[in-house]
């Protein structure tokens, strides 16, 4: 995947396979994090009139130029595993553009994935969570400032169907997105659907299918896992067309889902993906950090919460919330995933049945008669909440995040 900064520099993602005996004697290539690969996954920043490429590290991927000059990324760096498979764990980091300064932006204990930037200058892109949900829709996209504060939904955090959205972007001179709609266990292929958060982020007049030959069931349907489509890698041209690939050959489409020609076509066992045009673009703004000097910052983060209430209705009246349970999701350490539990490999080692995460209850803050709470959490933690009835209260935009030490994070309520 390549991303232009300017005309001469570009970004792009390198797989390398090892096929090493001393690797494969040793269980894998092993790194810091604690656990081994067969395969490197590498960031590489590449001038155009240059053939000598610069890497950056090893397991990140999906990069993407800031306005700032930095560059966003997902890293599996982080010592943690997947719930419900055997596999790494990557998120959302930031570093300069010579790989300097790296900072984690995310708290996600599951992964991450394709980050772009807006013409705002936040990065769009798809986290994947468990928090009370459906174990295949969960999958949405989210926003977030380029210094880590912030995190906003923006589409799909309650759909049902798809399972996820992936590959966004912002579509040139517009606030609707252009993604891929897929399933939760079925590779980054499926349909291409046009987004606009502004008729709702969960509801189904703001999402269309420009390729209604593949049947995406509703935004309501119970399992977003059931359909298959041969389409990806979109990217926006500008306002009238966009390319996408189709089965490997790359195809240039209109809004309306009407191909208007083929660009490069599919060549034997060689597909084409994630096209970028070479070309001059705006450069987004630079957004500036509100993030304290760590100096200053301290351990813990202030919450205020407007309404527990805004948008449970009619589910749950007024008056019945009276506490909030502050809950920290723990990541499941990567060394687990070597150990193979004799149920399933759906079921991690601290669980025999459907539990896939050991939780962290860190106490619980009084809802006063409005609805409204104050609190403070442990800060660079995965925290959500859950209220006295049992349910989870997931306290709008700003919650199960990346509360950062020093910053006040106001929110309207659950999203």
């Not at 494969?24 to 490429?53: C, I, N, Q, T």
């Not at 419900?84 to 790989?99: E, Q, T």
């Not at 919450?303 to 809950?327: S, T």
């Not at 008669?369 to 989870?392: M, Q």
Request: charged share 20%; with cysteine.
């Amino acid at each position: 995947m390549a991303c232009l900064l300017s005309r001469t520099t570009v970004l792009f993602t390198l797989l390398l396979t090892l096929v090493t005996l001393a690797g494969a004697a040793a269980g894998g290539r092993p790194h810091e994090g604690g656990f081994g690969f067969d395969k490197l996954v590498l960031v590489h920043r590449y001038p155009v009139e240059s053939s000598h490429p610069y890497t950056f590290f090893y397991m990140d991927y999906d990069p993407c130029w800031l306005g700032d000059g930095g560059i966003a990324f997902v890293s599996a760096r982080e010592n943690r595993w997947v719930y419900c498979n055997s596999g790494p764990v990557g998120i959302l980091h930031r570093m300069a553009d010579d790989g300097s300064n790296v900072v984690r932006l995310s708290a996600n204990v599951l992964n991450d994935f394709t980050p772009s930037v807006t013409a705002d200058g936040r990065i769009l892109y798809t986290r994947w969570e468990y928090v009370d949900k459906s174990p295949l829709a969960i999958q949405s996209l989210w926003t977030i400032r380029p210094d880590g504060t912030g995190l906003a939904v923006v589409y799909g955090n309650r759909v049902l169907s798809p399972a996820t959205f992936i590959e966004a972007r912002q579509i040139p001179g517009t606030q609707k997105l252009l993604c891929t709609m897929t399933g939760h266990v079925k590779p980054i292929r499926g349909a291409i659907g046009l987004i606009d958060p502004a008729r709702g982020v969960n509801d189904q007049v703001a999402l269309r299918n420009l390729t209604p030959e593949v049947d995406v069931p509703p935004v309501d349907f119970p399992d977003g896992d059931l359909f298959h489509g041969p389409y990806n890698s979109p990217y926006p041209l500008d306002d009238e067309f966009y390319l996408a690939s189709k089965n490997g050959t790359l195809l240039l489409y209109d809004y309306d889902g009407t191909p208007h020609a083929v660009v490069i076509e599919r060549r034997g066992q060689m597909g084409f993906y994630s096209p970028r045009p070479l070309r001059v673009r705006p450069r987004p703004p630079v957004m500036p950090s509100v993030v304290p000097p760590s100096q200053e910052a301290g351990r813990w983060a202030a919450v205020y919460v407007q309404d527990v209430y805004n948008g449970l209705a009619p589910h749950v009246k007024r008056g019945e919330i009276k506490r909030i349970c502050v809950v920290e999701e723990m990541p499941r350490d990567a060394q687990s995933g070597r150990i193979r539990c004799k149920f399933s490999v759906m079921n991690v080692t601290v669980s025999c049945g459907s539990t896939y995460a050991t939780r962290k209850v860190w106490g619980f803050a009084d809802v006063a008669e409005d609805g409204s709470a104050y609190f403070k959490v442990p800060a660079e933690k995965a925290i959500f909440s859950k209220s006295n009835r049992g349910v989870s209260v997931h306290l709008g935009a700003n919650w199960r995040t990346l509360f950062l030490p020093g910053i006040p994070t106001r929110t309207a309520g659950p999203a």
